[in-house]
């Protein structure tokens, strides 16, 4: 059932995404691809993978517009998504010594808290380009986790005392199971994944916006000729880095509900921060197309709906065991063969042929 | 006598690191690749010499030169048929594609050998012999030679041979290399080789002094990085003073002023690229 939702969602994301169709079947894709993902925990029995494949959509999307938009590379988002989760869980847990506030509260705050801290860090590597930019944010992915788990910010006698754990373990309260009436709707299955949708939804909304502004078209300019936007009118320096503070805050926002379905932070440190998870959104966003307002959706769709498929086909422990592997083969694979993804067949009328995936190879080798 | 024991071990240490700059500041400037597999090129080196220690007794410093002109052989490859295919594209997909094969080898890396922890150890491995009160282990003191010798190795490779010529003048203008008569493929290939081997020889001596795992080695990537950045890109005396400077950051920031060492190192390397981004002793790099 996953699977076909999986399919039929990128069906309408690539309707809505052809710019050659009539705008009001673009709009009836858009209203019926929501809609799809609305009824999607009623008609299926386990949300679980759409709430993965949700919530890596949101994180792409806050990938996308850095190094999409803006053309920044940036390597270092998952930093940003662990630390959401992270601050989230101080302000939510309910242990002794935690706040204790409700997620409406603790999600938006660490979103918050988190950007300002990417705006910060953002003004100095912002100030490096290529690969040195790169580098940098590289750097930061490295160095975040460590410094969480630093006892001179966050250990028993540090500046935060005890915020992250500082050595204890660091829980999310457990997502109450919602009742409706007589009926119990499960929270994982129902609330989770609407939490999920949200971010989801919060990424997709704000690239749309995005794309049409004038702050978008700044970004595309300096992605073009950085010179060039910053002599047309575009204050490159503040359009960087509120390009970054979003980004991160995209990453913060999917970081903080995945890590509220995680629940223990101190066990799952490992996975928020690691490599899979820094590939997941750049491969997502390389699948669909960098740098378009429907290729992360689209991109998410078709990883996890592989991921689904070949779940289907072979038992799924052996299957987990190798999807590191599979996963640097698909960003070989693609920057190799199909650098502008699958936007490439959707926005223009290029067929799809053998040759074309033979065309970047012959345009750029020595 | 602790400060100086410091020392040493900062210097020591500092050698290996100084060889990891070196691989890593060839490719970077003659290919203008930043190569994230590099650390991958290490680990798998680690593991090569650990496997010829363990199934066929083989010294680590008797594999050595097998080692090296194993990663060559898996570089040269690489480069020919694969990363020479997108050379001329933007230097994001370079990145990403070394990016890419950094993932994939290391992925492999624990399907195949498993995450758990292991190091070759030959039976001098924890002996040390002492100058004064100062101890100096006998794999460390190897290490150092070997990594002194192979820098001064390269350094006549690249000054005094016809082959060494030709990488630098592909570095310096490829339009004007090609016009002279040189393979600019072939010649990517050789330099990509060389700086795997370079990261081999790291690797293997790494192998001897801690214990490796195939997920340990990313932090080598932005630990290269910043060697070359802080000596300078293109200059082989740089790579060994940003090393010897980063062995000492590393002790002494593991020491006494946190134990995150990564993150003293990212701050000096922000520091360096913010305030002097050409490095000590180098040129400007591509931008």
């Given at each position: 059932?996953?699977?076909?939702?999986?399919?039929?969602?990128?069906?309408?994301?690539?309707?809505?995404?052809r710019?050659l169709?009539?705008?009001?079947?673009?709009?009836?894709?858009?209203?019926?691809?929501?809609?799809?993902?609305?009824?999607?925990?009623?008609?299926?029995?386990?949300?679980?993978?759409?709430?993965?494949a949700?919530?890596?959509?949101?994180?792409?999307?806050g990938?996308?517009?850095?190094?999409?938009f803006?053309?920044?590379?940036?390597?270092?988002?998952?930093?940003?998504?662990?630390?959401?989760?992270?601050?989230?869980?101080?302000f939510?847990?309910?242990?002794?010594?935690?706040?204790?506030?409700?997620?409406?509260v603790?999600?938006?705050?660490?979103?918050?808290?988190?950007?300002?801290?990417?705006?910060?860090?953002?003004?100095?590597?912002?100030?490096?380009?290529?690969?040195?930019?790169?580098?940098?944010?590289?750097?930061?992915?490295?160095?975040?986790?460590?410094v969480?788990?630093?006892?001179?910010?966050?250990?028993?006698h540090?500046l935060?005392?005890?915020?992250?754990g500082?050595?204890?373990?660091?829980n999310?309260p457990?997502?109450?199971?919602i009742?409706?009436g007589?009926?119990?709707?499960?929270?994982?299955?129902?609330?989770?994944?609407?939490?999920?949708?949200?971010?989801?939804?919060?990424?997709?909304?704000?690239?749309?916006?995005?794309?049409?502004?004038?702050?978008g078209?700044?970004?595309?300019?300096?992605?073009?000729?950085?010179?060039?936007?910053?002599?047309?009118?575009?204050?490159?320096?503040?359009?960087?880095?509120?390009?970054?503070m979003?980004?991160?805050?995209?990453?913060?926002?999917?970081?903080?509900?995945?890590?509220?379905?995680?629940?223990?932070?101190?066990?799952e440190?490992?996975?928020?921060?690691?490599?899979?998870?820094?590939?997941?959104m750049?491969i997502?966003?390389?699948?669909?197309?960098?740098?378009?307002?429907?290729?992360?959706?689209?991109?998410?769709?078709?990883?996890?709906?592989?991921?689904?498929?070949?779940?289907?086909?072979?038992?799924?422990?052996?299957?987990?065991?190798?999807?590191?592997?599979?996963?640097?083969?698909?960003?070989?694979?693609?920057?190799?063969?199909?650098?502008?993804?699958?936007?490439?067949?959707?926005?223009?009328?290029?067929?799809?042929?053998w040759?074309?995936?033979?065309?970047?190879?012959?345009?750029?080798?020595? | 006598?602790?400060?100086?024991?410091?020392?040493?071990?900062?210097?020591?240490?500092?050698?290996?690191?100084?060889?990891?700059?070196?691989?890593?500041?060839?490719?970077?400037?003659?290919?203008?690749?930043i190569n994230?597999?590099?650390?991958?090129?290490?680990?798998?080196?680690?593991?090569?010499?650990?496997?010829?220690?363990?199934?066929?007794?083989?010294?680590?410093?008797?594999?050595?030169?097998?080692?090296?002109?194993?990663?060559?052989g898996?570089?040269?490859?690489?480069?020919?048929?694969?990363?020479?295919?997108?050379?001329?594209?933007?230097?994001?997909?370079?990145?990403?594609?070394?990016f890419?094969?950094?993932?994939?080898?290391?992925?492999?890396a624990l399907?195949?050998?498993?995450?758990?922890?292991?190091?070759?150890?030959?039976?001098?491995?924890?002996?040390?012999?002492?100058?004064?009160?100062?101890?100096?282990?006998?794999?460390?003191?190897?290490?150092?030679?070997?990594?002194?010798?192979?820098?001064?190795?390269?350094?006549?490779?690249?000054?005094?041979?016809?082959?060494?010529?030709?990488?630098?003048?592909?570095?310096?203008?490829?339009?004007?290399?090609?016009?002279?008569?040189?393979?600019?493929?072939?010649?990517?290939a050789?330099?990509?080789?060389?700086?795997?081997?370079?990261?081999?020889?790291?690797?293997?001596?790494?192998?001897?002094?801690?214990?490796?795992?195939?997920?340990?080695?990313?932090?080598?990537n932005?630990?290269?990085?910043?060697?070359?950045?802080?000596?300078?890109?293109?200059?082989?005396?740089?790579?060994?003073?940003?090393?010897?400077?980063?062995?000492?950051?590393?002790?002494?920031?593991?020491?006494?002023?946190?134990?995150?060492?990564?993150?003293?190192?990212?701050?000096?390397?922000?520091?360096?690229?913010v305030?002097?981004?050409?490095?000590?002793?180098?040129?400007?790099?591509?931008?």
């Open positions: 059932m996953n699977l076909l939702i999986f399919v039929v969602g990128t069906g309408l994301a690539i309707i809505a995404a710019p169709s009539p705008p009001r079947l673009r709009r009836a894709a858009t209203t019926a691809l929501i809609a799809l993902m609305v009824i999607a925990p009623f008609i299926t029995s386990s949300t679980s993978i759409l709430f993965d949700l919530t890596a959509m949101c994180i792409a999307y990938w996308n517009i850095i190094g999409g803006a053309g920044y590379a940036a390597f270092g988002n998952v930093a940003y998504l662990g630390l959401g989760a992270f601050v989230a869980a101080g939510m847990s309910r242990q002794p010594g935690h706040l204790a506030w409700p997620w409406f603790g999600i938006p705050l660490a979103v918050v808290i988190v950007s300002l801290i990417a705006g910060a860090v953002g003004i100095v590597v912002l100030r490096l380009r290529g690969h040195y930019f790169s580098i940098a944010t590289l750097g930061v992915g490295v160095a975040m986790p460590q969480i788990t630093s006892d001179a910010a966050f250990g028993s540090g935060f005392p005890n915020f992250f500082g050595g204890l373990p660091l999310f457990l997502a109450d199971d009742r409706v007589g009926a119990v709707l499960d929270a994982d299955r129902f609330f989770l994944y609407g939490l999920g949708l949200g971010t989801a939804l919060a990424g997709w909304t704000i690239t749309r916006l995005l794309a049409r502004s004038k702050f078209y700044g970004l595309v300019a300096i992605r073009e000729n950085e010179e060039a936007a910053e002599v047309m009118g575009v204050n490159t320096t503040i359009s960087k880095v509120l390009a970054y979003l980004s991160a805050a995209l990453a913060a926002l999917g970081g903080a509900v995945i890590g509220y379905k995680l629940t223990n932070m101190t066990t440190a490992e996975a928020l921060f690691s490599t899979t998870n820094n590939l997941q750049i997502i966003c390389l699948i669909g197309g960098v740098g378009t307002l429907w290729g992360p959706w689209i991109g998410a769709f078709i990883l996890f709906g592989l991921q689904e498929g070949l779940r289907v086909v072979s038992s799924s422990a052996e299957f987990l065991a190798w999807q590191g592997v599979i996963f640097a083969l698909l960003v070989v694979l693609v920057v190799l063969f199909l650098p502008r993804g699958v936007m490439l067949f959707v926005a223009t009328r290029t067929r799809l042929t040759r074309v995936f033979a065309r970047n190879l012959v345009a750029h080798r020595v | 006598m602790d400060f100086v024991q410091h020392i040493l071990n900062g210097l020591l240490q500092g050698c290996i690191l100084a060889l990891i700059g070196l691989g890593f500041s060839l490719v970077w400037g003659i290919l203008n690749i994230l597999a590099h650390a991958a090129f290490i680990m798998l080196a680690a593991y090569v010499t650990y496997f010829l220690w363990s199934l066929a007794g083989i010294d680590p410093f008797i594999s050595l030169p097998l080692t090296m002109a194993v990663l060559f898996l570089g040269y490859i690489l480069q020919r048929y694969v990363i020479n295919l997108v050379m001329g594209a933007t230097i994001l997909t370079t990145f990403l594609l070394t890419g094969f950094e993932s994939l080898l290391v992925n492999l399907r195949l050998f498993s995450a758990d922890t292991r190091q070759t150890k030959p039976i001098y491995a924890n002996a040390s012999f002492s100058i004064g009160p100062l101890y100096v282990p006998y794999t460390q003191l190897g290490a150092v030679v070997v990594a002194l010798l192979l820098t001064y190795l390269l350094y006549l490779f690249l000054d005094h041979t016809r082959t060494g010529s030709s990488i630098r003048a592909v570095g310096q203008d490829r339009v004007a290399a090609r016009l002279m008569g040189i393979d600019i493929g072939r010649t990517y050789l330099t990509f080789g060389i700086g795997a081997a370079l990261a081999a020889a790291s690797g293997t001596l790494l192998s001897t002094t801690s214990g490796f795992a195939p997920n340990g080695f990313s932090a080598f932005v630990l290269a990085f910043s060697v070359v950045v802080l000596g300078g890109l293109g200059s082989i005396p740089g790579a060994l003073l940003g090393g010897l400077v980063f062995g000492l950051v590393y002790e002494f920031g593991g020491t006494y002023v946190l134990s995150q060492r990564d993150v003293v190192i990212f701050a000096i390397l922000i520091l360096v690229l305030l002097r981004p050409t490095g000590l002793l180098g040129r400007e790099g591509y931008r």
